[in-house]
C-alpha cells in the first residue's frame, strides 16, 4: 500500500517537471518566433540559422531587413528564362519601397526559389485547383506563391494569401502579391472606390500614374485623412495643386484650377463650373461604371426590355428558348450563340415584375418570336413589337408585328398582335412615349434600305380592344434639301421630357470606322410630322465611340446631369461578327463640351462583364436600371439574364479618399499574411 503511495507520487511529481519543462520550451519558441526585429514574418533565429527550407547563407536573408521568399511556378511549355526579367523587375519594385529597415536600407528584398514543375495534361487547369501541385510543402507558411501564365496582356488572380495567377507581367504579379499582402482595389476599410487612391491597387492606376508607367507605385496615402461621397461631393480640395495632377491625366482628365497655395478645385461633375461645394457625380469611372443592385432573372436568349411602370414597377421583358423539358430547355440557352431569336430558330417572350422588394414569376407575352424586340409603358399598357414566326417555320413568312397587354392585376393580352410592316422583312423596331401629349410612335429601321420610318398608334377602345396605326412616313433632316435619316446598324430612340423632343440614336461608317454613333434630335412639324432637327457625332468628329449592335439611350432628367438633364448611350462593344460577345459600354453626356465634345464613354462593370446582345436600361427611382445577357468563360452562367437598379455609377457611401499601403505592409501585411 504505501509502496503504491510513493509511486503515484513520484508519477505526479515527474508530471509536474514535465509539464513545467513543456511550458518553458513553448515560451522560449514563442519568444524566439517572436522576435522578428525587420517585422517581416520570419523570425530572427531563422534568418540567422535556418528554418526548414531556409538557408541564411544560400538566400541572402536577414533579421534586419525585410525579406519576402516568393515561389515561383510556370505553366508546362514555358521556360524560366521567360519570366526572369519579370522577376527581375518585381525585385526591383519591392527593393524601391519607402520602407525603412534597421539596418539603414529601405524596400523589402524579395528572394525567389522555383515551385513544382507541371505536367503537360495541366496546361489549361485553372491555377486556384495547382496549389497542391505547384506550392512545395516545406515552403508552405514560409513564402508567398505566383503560377505565372504564359501570355504578358495583364490579367490575374488571388485565391488565398499565399498563392495567385498572373501573366507574365511585372505590374500584375506586383498587384496580385498585393491582395496577398492584404491590400484591395479600393482604400482598405472603404467599400467605395476612390479617384484619390493612387496605388497600382486601384485599376484606375495599375499600369500608369500620372501618364507615366514607370509611375506606378503602392500608396503612401497622401489623400487618406480626405472623405467623399458621390451624392454630395465638394469640389475644393485641400491640397496643392501640384499634388493632384494626376487628375487630369488618363484615365480621369479632370480639370483642375488652383485657388491658392494649399487648394485646388477639381471639376467633379465635369460642368466647367469650378469650387461648387456640393455636386453629386460618378467621381470613380477610371476603371468602369460600377453598377450595383444585381439581379440575377435566369436564362434570357437575346436582348432584353427594361420598362419602368408606375410606382415602383420595373418590367423586364425578355426572349428565351423553348423546350418540353426543362433540361434541355437549359442546356440549349447555355449553348446558345446567336445575339437574339431568329426566324429560323425563335422563341418566347416573357415578362417579369419588380415592385421595389421581389420579382413576379416569368409571364408568357408571346410565341414563335423570331428576332429583336422593344417594349414601352404608354397610356397605361404595355406595348411591345417584335418578328413573329408562322407555326410552319418559314422564315420568309415571319412579319413584325405589335402587341398590348394590361398590367393589373396581372400582365395579359389586350390587343394584337397587329402586322406592321410586310412579311419577311427583319426590320427592327423601336417604341417611344412622348408625354406633351401623351401619344405613341413607332420607329422601324429596316436592314435593306437602311432608312428609318415611323408612324403614330392608338389604342381604341372596344371588346377587343384594337391597336390602330397612322400612315408610315420616311424620316427626313430638316434642311433646304431634306434627307433621309439613315443608320448602318439598328436605332433606338428615347423621349426628352425637358426638351419636349424624341432623341433618335443611329449608326454610320465614318471614314475606315464603321458604327460610329450619331445622336439626333427630333423635333414635331407642321401636320405632326417629326424631322432631325440637327445631329452629333458621339465624342465629336474624331471620336471612337461606335456599336454594331443596337444601342440604348437613356434620358436621365436630374439636374445633376445639366439643367435639362443628361444622356446615357449604352452599348455592347464594337464586333463585325454581331453573334460574337463583347464588353458592353456607356457614353454619358457631360456639361463641358471641351472634352470631346461633351460626351465621356466607360465600359461597364469590368473587364470580365461581356454580353451577345444589345442592352437595355431606363432612369428607374432617380437611378439608371441597366439589364444584359451575361456571357462568361463559366458556362453554368452563360445567357443569364442580370438586372442591375443602380447603374448611374452613382454611389451613396463614404469613400475612404486613400490608404497607406508601404505602411500596411511593414506593420501588419508581411507578418500576417502567412497565416503564422
Known sequence: MFTVFVLTVRVALLTL????????????AQRMIADDTDNDGLPNQWETSGHGPIKPGEHGCSPKRADMFLVICIRPGMTRAQVEPTLNEVKRFFRALPLANPDGSRGINVITVWGNDLPDSDRKTEYDKLYE???????????????IEPHTGGGGQTSRSDWSGASNDWVTVVHELGHQLGLEHAPRGSAVHSPLYTSLMNYDYNYSFNGDPKLVHFSTGKFASLRLNETAVSEVLPVPITDLQFLSKSPYEFRLRSAGPTTTHVDWNRNGVFGETSVKADINDGYAVVVRGEHNLGKCAGSPSLVAGTGRDLIVVYPIMTDTSRAVMDDRHRNYEKAGLTPESPGNLVARTWDGSTWSAPRLLLGSVGGDHTAVYAMGHLFVATTLSTREGRPEQAYPALSC??????????????????????????????????ELWLFVWSPRTKSVKYRRVNLADGRPARIELGPEQELRTLSESPVLVTSQFPVHAVYDSSLERIILVTTERRGTANGRIRVHTLGRQAGGRWASLHSRLARGETGDAATAARPCIVHDPSTHRGAYGGYLIFVKGFVADSDQPANPWVVRTVGDRTEWDGWRPRRVGNEWFSTRSALSATFYQGDIALAMRWYGEDEKGNNDLLVFLQASGIEDG?????????????????????GR
Not at 17 to 28: E, H, P, Y
Not at 138 to 147: D, F, I, K, Q
Request: proline fraction near 9%.
Open 17 to 28: 517537471v514535465l509539464a513545467a519543462f513543456i511550458a518553458v520550451q513553448l515560451s522560449r
Open 654 to 674: 463614404t469613400m475612404i479618399a486613400d490608404h497607406d499601403d508601404v505602411s500596411y505592409i511593414r506593420n501588419s501585411g508581411l507578418r500576417r499574411s502567412l
Open 133 to 147: 501541385k505547384c506550392m512545395p510543402r516545406e515552403w508552405r507558411g514560409l513564402a508567398h506563391g505566383v503560377l
Open 405 to 438: 397587354f394590361r398590367l393589373s392585376p396581372s400582365i395579359v393580352p389586350h390587343a394584337g398582335p397587329e402586322s406592321i410592316g410586310p412579311r419577311g422583312d427583319r426590320v427592327s423596331p423601336v417604341l417611344v412615349a412622348t408625354r406633351l401629349p401623351e
